[in-house]
């Protein structure tokens, strides 16, 4: 009796196990900010072969993959890798945007309170976010097993990611030298972290994401995260989300060519293989999924593109379309009032309590903005957003302002500059880089799978970075997150 009820308890087992879905233990999340897709490709031959060109060569990569709204920016390109979705549904408009004419951060919060330092550097959460991520949707299919865990030196590109339901959040505190979180997630530092800090404290006010420094933080507390959080440890699929901020940091700074970039590429490079390693050995190098992507590009500096006689500039949208355009509006309409809030990745946000104040009509207001905007050289279209149906702006273009535009966060007019214009001074000094506009240097990302269940191959099939959730989702055969509205990709 003994011996059938052992045999029965043996089958039984053998028929969960087979009746199990089949997941992976761990899948990463790599977003390098700023990184261009064609880096892959540029930097390809300085590459070492266990990073970067070890995803080129056997992974499987999406080369026509493309942001399909604007602005391209930092915030958005996150939550949107993650929830599979565009502004006009998630609500994170910007990195920085404006609700009822008053200024918002994207994860700003001042109901929480920072844990790690005594500033105000975690006064952050996912509340403006307005849809599920991955993580979440993982969590929900799993009961809230599974294990979600968001790192970055940026506190936009560690919260969003790891979504509304995270296990924990952590960036990086320039005034206190270290890493911090918010009382969101918990109300101290877990013991790994603090030991953490004490290892690796820095000088506070030292801005490590401008160093290669900051890049080998990352991934060495993302390491940390897998071992002290038991990731990838038991047969639940955890999440580990890592953001690479020093690359736009750098980016912004020196531009696309140059040693400080290429440095930046080369630590990333070098970093990545140390972490490949890790899992490897940790998790095991068929048990975790890890994709590589990008929350946007970047622009080739324009005075570098002068140089070889290719036309670009630099449009001070944050003074032209807030400043100027204010003090143009007020002498055409005889008023004091203010009638631009503000203007920030080329979106221009008109004053509706101003309008109000000084009785004109909105529309009017809205139509001489536009009409003074468009006697630029460099301005293309200046798209009103309530009449946009009707403009004539190329389609593909018009269908990523649609998308871009949340009715409540994203004010009323966006403006298209010619080729190679982007938001920067147009000082013949400059040497950085900018990015938000719709053009392929903006909006052409990375996007390769690497590990379990991948093959090696690549395809030019046209691929949208809100398609990176759902083939994630379907990968995992979990639901998508729930405004996504891209499409599982298929492995071919």
């Known amino acids: 009796m003994k011996k059938l009820f052992a045999f029965l308890l043996l089958v039984a087992g053998a028929l969960t196990a087979v009746a199990q879905v089949n997941r992976p233990k761990l899948v990463v999340g790599l977003v390098v900010d700023q990184m261009r897709w064609d880096y892959l490709y540029y930097y390809y031959d300085q590459f070492g072969e266990d990073g970067l060109r070890r995803l080129v060569d056997q992974g499987y990569s ?34 920085n945007f404006f609700e009822n004419d008053e200024p918002k951060y994207c994860v700003g919060d001042p109901s929480v309170k920072s844990v790690g330092s005594n500033t105000s550097a975690g006064q952050m959460s996912p509340r403006n976010l307005l849809a599920s991520t991955i993580g979440d949707e993982l969590h929900i299919a799993t009961d809230f097993k599974s294990k979600v865990v968001g790192v970055a030196l940026k506190d936009r590109a560690a919260i969003l990611p790891a979504g509304h339901s995270a296990d924990g959040a952590y960036w990086w505190d320039t005034k206190a030298g270290r890493f911090v979180t918010s009382t969101f997630y918990r109300n101290e530092l877990p013991e790994w972290v603090a030991a953490f ?8 006010g030292t801005d490590v994401k401008m160093m290669d420094l900051g890049i080998t933080l990352t991934f ?6 897998l071992e002290n959080e038991q990731m990838g440890k038991d047969d639940v699929t955890d999440f580990l989300a890592v953001s690479i901020s020093s690359t736009d940091a750098i980016g912004h700074a020196y531009s696309t060519r ?20 890790v899992l490897d050995s940790k998790i095991g190098k068929d048990n975790y999924l890890l994709f590589l992507t990008a929350d946007h590009g970047g622009a080739h500096n324009p005075n570098f593109m002068k140089r070889h006689r290719i036309p670009a500039g630099g449009f001070e949208g944050w003074t032209i379309g807030g400043k100027e355009l204010n003090a143009h509006l007020q002498q055409t309409f005889g008023t004091q009032a203010k009638l631009v809030t503000g203007a920030n990745s080329f979106r221009v946000y008109i004053n509706r309590k101003g309008v109000a104040e000084a009785g004109l009509d909105l529309q009017r207001v809205k139509d001489e903005a536009a009409a003074w905007l468009m ?39 966006t403006i298209i500059t010619a080729p190679g214009w982007l938001e920067a001074t147009n000082s013949p000094d400059y040497k950085g880089t900018g990015h938000s506009q ?11 799978l690497y590990g379990w269940n991948v093959k090696k191959g690549s395809t030019v099939e046209p691929t949208r970075i809100v398609d990176i959730a759902p083939t994630i989702c379907a990968m995992l055969h979990i639901q998508m997150p729930n405004a996504c509205v891209g499409d599982a990709k298929q492995i071919r």
């Open 375 to 413: 006697k630029r050289p460099e301005v293309m279209y200046v798209a009103d957003h309530a009449r946009l149906a009707n403009q004539a702006i190329p389609q593909p273009i018009k269908e990523r302002i649609i998308n871009g535009w949340n009715v409540k966060r994203s004010g009323d007019l």
């Open 197 to 204: 800090n004490k290892k690796y404290q820095q000088k506070p």
């Open 62 to 95: 999406f080369e026509n993959t493309m942001i399909n709204y604007v602005p391209t920016v930092t915030a958005i390109g996150h939550a949107s890798i993650y929830t599979g979705s565009v502004p006009a549904l998630m609500g994170i408009a910007g990195n």
């Open 438 to 448: 719709w053009n392929p240097y903006d909006a052409h990302i990375p996007f390769v």
């Open 258 to 277: 140059g040693k400080e970039i290429s440095s930046a590429y080369m630590q990333l490079d070098k970093d990545l293989a140390a972490f490949f390693k």
């Open 220 to 225: 060495k507390l993302a390491e940390e995260a």
